[in-house]
């Protein structure tokens, strides 16, 4: 029997989106393999669908926070549908507005109508990120949890790479922005915390804060991100003795919107280096505390 002659295992959707079934009935198991800095993929035979308690093994979930970036929601969902397009994967595409003031939420609700993989909503608060996250991981249906920025600053080509690196064992892929498009406060910011955490967790990374991440969902469940802990993540993670892979990307100039960095968020963030060191040796399960959100 060849692959094409198999036949899908039906996954259940839950009651919000019952086409998901359909779309999720369709899919084939593909791996990925990598080759320096590209990749290709390569039919594989699988046994059936693994199920995660409303989730399936075999969809991407990519969760995209975003604050007042109405204007680069479009472009980017071009991009990512041609990346998409080459990986032969399920996919659903998050887009949690953090309380956004400009027509954010207009656009997300738009983009939906045009494509049935977007999801959205929308929280109460800003949450400086964090509780964007945390409602996206979530949300998210797929096995695999695909973190961004909604700047356009992350390249959506990148994502292959990321994905071949969990692929070939890591727990978590960072983008690592090796040339960063940023101004100087901003790359010196980042050099700092990524020096001062690697010398508190005894773990060596060099773009810990970089919005583009790849990791599985039952990882990114188990750490806190609200209350900027979403900052420690990655050396949460590593002090765990999970495998961390820092795949070199393409960091690109932000072309529309302002920046949303301050460098006195992420200095108060330190004020909760406490609670992620006890996040290291907290018990694996979800965390509570998500901000008031709705769908969209």
Same mark, same amino acid.
């Given at each position: 029997?060849? %692959?094409?002659?198999?036949?899908?295992?039906?996954?259940?959707?839950? +009651?919000?989106?019952?086409?998901?079934?359909?779309?999720?009935?369709?899919? =084939?198991?593909?791996?990925?393999?990598?080759?320096?800095?590209?990749?290709?993929?390569?039919?594989?035979?699988?046994?059936?669908?693994?199920?995660?308690?409303?989730?399936?093994?075999?969809?991407?979930?990519?969760?995209?926070?975003?604050?007042?970036?109405?204007?680069?929601? $479009?472009?980017? &969902?071009?991009?990512?549908?041609?990346?998409?397009?080459?990986?032969?994967?399920?996919?659903?595409?998050?887009?949690?507005?953090?309380?956004?003031?400009?027509?954010?939420?207009?656009?997300?609700?738009?983009?939906?109508?045009?494509?049935?993989?977007?999801?959205?909503?929308?929280?109460?608060?800003?949450? +400086?990120? *964090? *509780?964007?996250?945390?409602? *996206?991981?979530?949300?998210a249906r797929g096995d695999i949890c695909i973190m961004m920025d909604g700047d356009l600053q992350n390249d959506p080509a990148d994502i292959p790479l990321l994905l071949a690196a969990?692929?070939?064992?890591?727990?978590?892929? %960072?983008?690592?922005?090796?040339?960063?498009?940023?101004?100087?406060? =901003?790359?010196?910011?980042?050099?700092?915390?990524?020096? &001062?955490?690697?010398?508190?967790?005894?773990?060596?990374?060099?773009?810990?804060?970089?919005?583009?991440? $790849?990791?599985?969902?039952?990882?990114?469940?188990? $750490?806190? %991100?609200?209350?900027?802990?979403?900052?420690?993540?990655?050396?949460?993670?590593? =002090?765990?003795? %999970?495998?961390?892979?820092?795949?070199?990307?393409?960091?690109?100039?932000?072309?529309?919107?302002?920046?949303?960095?301050?460098? *006195?968020?992420?200095?108060?963030?330190?004020?909760?280096?406490?609670?992620?060191?006890?996040?290291?040796?907290?018990?694996?399960?979800?965390?509570?505390?998500?901000?008031?959100?709705?769908?969209?």
């Amino acid at each position: 029997m060849t %692959l094409g002659d198999e036949t899908p295992q039906q996954v259940p959707a839950d +009651d919000r989106e019952q086409d998901y079934a359909d779309e999720w009935g369709q899919i =084939k198991p593909f791996r990925t393999h990598r080759t320096g800095y590209s990749t290709r993929i390569v039919p594989e035979r699988k046994p059936a669908k693994r199920q995660f308690r409303g989730y399936s093994a075999d969809v991407l979930s990519i969760i995209i926070p975003v604050f007042n970036e109405a204007n680069n929601l $479009v472009p980017l &969902c071009r991009e990512l549908s041609e990346v998409l397009t080459h990986l032969h994967r399920a996919t659903e595409i998050l887009f949690v507005d953090d309380a956004s003031t400009d027509e954010t939420s207009t656009i997300i609700r738009e983009l939906q109508t045009s494509d049935p993989r977007i999801r959205g909503f929308r929280l109460e608060h800003n949450t +400086d990120k *964090g *509780g964007a996250l945390a409602v *996206g991981v979530k949300e998210a249906r797929g096995d695999i949890c695909i973190m961004m920025d909604g700047d356009l600053q992350n390249d959506p080509a990148d994502i292959p790479l990321l994905l071949a690196a969990l692929e070939q064992g890591a727990d978590l892929a %960072l983008g690592w922005r090796k040339k960063r498009a940023d101004n100087l406060m =901003k790359r010196l910011s980042s050099w700092l915390f990524n020096a &001062c955490m690697s010398a508190v967790f005894q773990k060596r990374l060099r773009d810990a804060n970089t919005g583009l991440k $790849v990791l599985r969902r039952e990882t990114a469940i188990s $750490v806190p %991100l609200t209350s900027g802990l979403f900052r420690f993540l990655p050396f949460v993670l590593a =002090k765990r003795e %999970l495998k961390i892979a820092e795949v070199p990307t393409h960091h690109r100039p932000r072309r529309n919107g302002s920046s949303k960095f301050r460098s *006195g968020r992420r200095l108060l963030s330190l004020l909760k280096l406490s609670a992620a060191l006890r996040a290291v040796h907290a018990p694996l399960q979800a965390p509570e505390g998500l901000p008031a959100y709705e769908t969209l």
